[in-house]
């Protein structure tokens, strides 16, 4: 995939980073700790500027992140509800959980969708709950762009200053997406041994 990632670049320029980091968005499994260091890397031997690199890729980023927030649109609460009244009995969900995690995103959305923008996974796929929970689309989009221009803006600089080393990111950027992988998966499962231990008590 790499290989298919940088080809594609090197051959459309900015437009093939815009449209590959909105793929991205859409599709995680494409990993923009690969596409934004080599977008910065181009820049040296290319005549793309990094200040080009770096508005194509927020561009692309904020275009992927609004086709997810459409789709949550889409599902919204009262859709949520509906299935949870049929299925909730056997999640032991209940549609005061979906409204209480519904004011949360309310109340804390627009910083949740500023800080997930620079956390792999997660900072494509917070745009769901953020359509679902009907935050203004015009935050959305201003808290995304700083979150993704800030994380643009540090890989695509470190790709450019690493140059023809730019791979050597890679590594790190394993580490930090395998550490804040544990560190959400511990949030998970304590959320859920919460969610029964509360359960249990109403009992």
């Not at 679902?132 to 450019?160: C, E, H, Q, Y």
């Not at 804040?180 to 304590?190: F, K, Q, R, S, T």
Request: net charge neutral; glycine share 8%; charged share 15%.
């Amino acid at each position: 995939m790499q290989n298919w990632i940088t080809d594609f670049m090197e051959q459309y320029g900015y437009i093939g980073i815009a449209l590959i980091i909105a793929l991205e968005n859409v599709f995680p499994p494409i990993p923009s700790e690969i596409i934004l260091p080599f977008g910065g890397f181009m820049t040296t031997y290319t005549s793309l500027t990094l200040p080009g690199v770096i508005i194509a890729a927020t561009i692309g980023s904020v275009l992927g992140a609004v086709i997810l927030y459409g789709i949550g649109l889409l599902i919204d609460v009262n859709r949520l509800e509906k299935i949870v009244e049929r299925w909730g009995h056997i999640l032991r969900i209940k549609k005061e959980d979906i409204h209480r995690v519904d004011a949360w995103f309310d109340k804390y959305g627009m910083w949740t969708v500023l800080f997930c923008r620079m956390v792999p996974l997660v900072r494509s796929l917070i745009s769901i709950p953020a359509g679902m929970s009907n935050m203004k689309f015009g935050l959305f989009v201003l808290f995304t762009t700083i979150g993704t221009l800030a994380w643009n803006i540090i890989l695509v600089s470190v790709g450019a200053a690493l140059g023809a080393s730019w791979e050597s990111i890679l590594h790190f950027m394993d580490v930090y997406s395998l550490v804040v992988y544990v560190l959400l998966a511990i949030i998970v499962v304590g959320c859920i041994i919460w969610w029964i231990r509360r359960n249990q008590t109403r009992k």
